[in-house]
């Protein structure tokens, strides 16, 4: 199993931007999507990015889709969530989180929380109007 350890969150002011670090150990990193999901008190947690670690494929949800990159240092085992033009309801606790794809070709990343295996600790970001 992948652990995940995130960092960078913090508050920002509307149309700012912050960038969210995670970073995996303990198992073998290529083979997984590694994504992030965000959670406001009485709400589903949402998937809002995703990475396949094999490739370097990307798939976004459609709220963050132009404002928000994720990408990785796979010689560090690491992803990162950079967060522009950040909106007031952009706020919410982040997690970083391992959904094991495989190999093939057409792996995909679910941002679905009921495929997630591993979950980070999470990481708070708040954006003020």
């Known amino acids: 199993q992948v652990q995940l350890v995130e960092s960078g969150g913090g508050s920002v002011e509307a149309g700012g931007s912050l960038r969210l670090s995670c970073a995996a150990s303990?198992?073998?990193?290529?083979?997984?999507?590694i994504g992030w999901f965000r959670q406001v008190p009485g709400k589903e947690r949402e998937g809002v990015a995703g990475?396949?670690?094999?490739?370097?494929?990307?798939f976004y949800a459609d709220s963050v889709k132009g404002r928000f990159t994720i990408s990785q240092d796979s010689a560090k085992a690491t992803v990162y969530l950079e967060m522009n033009s950040l909106k007031p309801e952009d706020t919410a606790m982040y997690y970083c989180?391992?959904?094991?794809?495989?190999?093939?070709?057409?792996?995909?990343?679910?941002?679905?929380?009921?495929?997630?295996?591993?979950w980070g600790q999470g990481t708070q970001v708040t954006v003020s109007s």
């Open positions: 989180a391992q959904e094991w794809v495989g190999f093939r070709s057409d792996t995909y990343c679910s941002l679905s929380p009921e495929r997630i295996a591993a």
């Open positions: 990475i396949i670690t094999r490739d370097g494929r990307t």
């Open positions: 303990g198992a073998f990193y290529s083979g997984n999507c």
